[in-house]
């Protein structure tokens, strides 16, 4: 089993910014893909931003050129920064990960909220 600890999110006026972290704790042998999605009451879980284990990335284009995710390996951890935040991107925040060998895991979600 693995487990995912997300960091709390909260409310934050536009334009501001808010950094998220997800620690993965467990029967950890080889994490390959790390990321984040997220999720709004009545759509489907979207990808937001995803770290290979080779450092290779990508981002939804809504969050391009606002938003940097990255991992530390040795902590089993990756990080997502949320900067010049619009309303649009509130939502709860999935954290997951892919092990080597194929399994996903998600973490519990985090609300955040985006409004002045």
């Known amino acids: 089993q693995v487990q995912l600890v997300e960091s709390e999110g909260g409310l934050v006026q536009p334009g501001g910014s808010l950094r998220l972290s997800c620690a993965a704790s467990?029967?950890?042998?080889?994490?390959?893909?790390m990321g984040w999605y997220r999720q709004v009451p009545g759509k489907e879980r979207e990808l937001v931003a995803r770290?290979?284990?080779?450092?290779?990335?990508n981002y939804a284009d809504s969050v391009k050129g606002r938003f940097t995710i990255s991992r530390d390996n040795a902590k089993n951890t990756v990080y997502l920064q949320m900067n010049s935040l619009k309303p649009e991107d509130t939502a709860v925040y999935y954290c997951?990960?892919?092990?080597?060998?194929?399994?996903?895991?998600w973490g519990q979600g985090t609300q955040v909220t985006v409004s002045s």
């Open positions: 770290i290979t284990s080779g450092g290779s990335i």
């Open positions: 467990g029967s950890i042998f080889s994490i390959n893909n």
């Open positions: 997951t990960v892919r092990l080597a060998i194929g399994t996903r895991y």
